[in-house]
């Protein structure tokens, strides 16, 4: 529930600095504290200065479908998915808003009516990002309702479904499923690119698809800054989602805009060898993390009693044109013994996790975020490791 999610929230910035091995772990949320070793580097370069008289007014380009958003970040958004292949642009609306998470929201208004027949089906294949199923049924609306696994509607009428590509928490690569399963073609998609990006996975294709998300939290790891982006083929669509955005919060920080443009802009710059910020390739950078951390954890998994971890595809990858193997942000671990609920079983190491219940499937299954602090990381392997021959993982 988002209580536990506050509640875990709080409890992961009280424990997160502690040592000791009897504290608590929690690695229940996608903080993507990884990056910050790489920003606080150079971080004189990055900064940004905002004065007094700056930034002061609702507007940004009043001739723009969203009229809130900075005409910069427009344009950085539209060089950084150039950059990175990852995504198609071109007649394209752009929407910003307060994180993806303001967006998928956006989408939900801006595909449904007050005058439908009845609530409208929201579905994605489990295991999904549970706060989907949070966000749908928070306000109890009769626009549209959560119904769960994709894989399981079988209704007919009005649906849309959210495919996540990576998919969060189980790291899958995704396509829709309920067209081609039911022949329903009355649903909508919406396409969340949270982890479409190559620190996670390879990039295959530009994608093309209508309505897609992305956020700047998982792309460099400023999640605190809470900006997101849905590129938007029609241009009703992209008008009812910016007077949903309206509607809820009359535009999006443009501190947070204006930032975000800097971090865009020096990411690109970094990649392409532009001017002084001939600095890392922040991609390579939270890849070589990811990937040391997944070896780590296979080799400590490995031979163990009591989890398993699934195997991921490798690809041709566009952007750095080698085979690249996915790299979850998560791990998503399976307790080998069907009855037993991993989450539990992490519990009793004092690590918390996200249970797969919640993710629209069995207990056996648990999340953890891998994208943590590398201290984190470290006492999350040593604590896993810790039962090695104690009877719980032997190996
Ligand atoms: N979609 C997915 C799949 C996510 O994992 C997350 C963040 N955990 C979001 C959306 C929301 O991201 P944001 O911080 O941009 O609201």
Redesign the pocket.
């Known amino acids: 529930s988002t209580k536990s999610l506050v509640a875990a929230t709080a409890n992961g910035t009280r424990t997160s600095s502690l040592s000791s091995s009897d504290s608590v772990l929690n690695l229940s949320?996608?903080d993507p504290m990884m990056f910050e070793p790489f920003w606080k580097k150079m971080s004189n370069k990055y900064n940004v200065t905002i004065g007094g008289g700056d930034l002061m007014s609702y507007f940004s380009d009043s001739n723009n479908v969203c009229w809130f958003l900075e005409p910069e970040l427009g344009t950085a958004i539209k060089r950084l998915h150039g950059v990175v292949g990852n995504a198609v642009t071109d007649d394209r609306y752009i929407v910003v808003?307060?994180?993806?998470?303001?967006l998928?929201q956006a989408l939900l208004y801006a595909f449904t009516t007050p005058s439908g027949p009845e609530p409208v089906s929201v579905v994605s294949s489990a295991p999904y990002?549970s706060?989907y199923a949070e966000v749908v049924g928070f306000l109890r609306s009769e626009l549209y309702k959560w119904e769960g696994d994709a894989c399981k509607f079988n209704k007919k009428g009005a649906y849309i479904e959210v495919v996540?590509s990576p998919?969060?928490p189980d790291g899958t690569l995704r396509e829709a499923v309920v067209m081609n399963r039911t022949g329903n073609g009355n649903g909508k998609l919406i396409y969340?690119f949270?982890?479409y990006w190559p620190q996670f996975t390879a990039i295959t294709g530009a994608a093309d698809y209508d309505n897609m998300?992305f956020?700047?939290?998982?792309c460099t790891g400023h999640?605190g800054s809470?900006?997101?982006w849905a590129l938007v083929k029609d241009k009703d669509i992209a008008k009812k989602m910016t007077e949903y955005i309206t509607i809820s919060s009359i535009g999006v920080s443009k501190e947070s805009q204006f930032r975000a443009t800097k971090i865009i802009e020096v990411v690109c710059n970094g990649i392409q060898n532009v001017g002084s910020d001939k600095s890392e390739n922040l991609f390579e950078y939270a890849r070589n993390i990811l990937s040391k951390r997944w070896q780590k954890l296979r080799e400590t998994i490995q031979n163990g009693e009591y989890l398993i971890l699934s195997e991921y595809p490798q690809e041709h990858c566009l952007f750095s044109g080698k085979p690249t193997e996915t790299l979850s942000?998560y791990a998503w671990l399976e307790s080998k013994d069907d009855t037993k609920d991993c989450n539990e079983f992490l519990r009793g190491l004092k690590i918390i996790g996200k249970g797969g219940k919640i993710c629209g499937t069995h207990h056996k299954f648990a999340r953890i975020n891998l994208m943590c602090r590398e201290k984190e990381f470290n006492q999350f392997i040593e604590r896993l490791s810790a039962t090695r021959g104690k009877g719980i993982i032997s190996g």
């Open positions: 949320l996608g808003g307060t994180g993806s998470s303001q998928f990002y706060a996540n998919n969060n969340d949270a982890y998300l956020t700047i939290s998982k999640a809470r900006i997101g942000a």
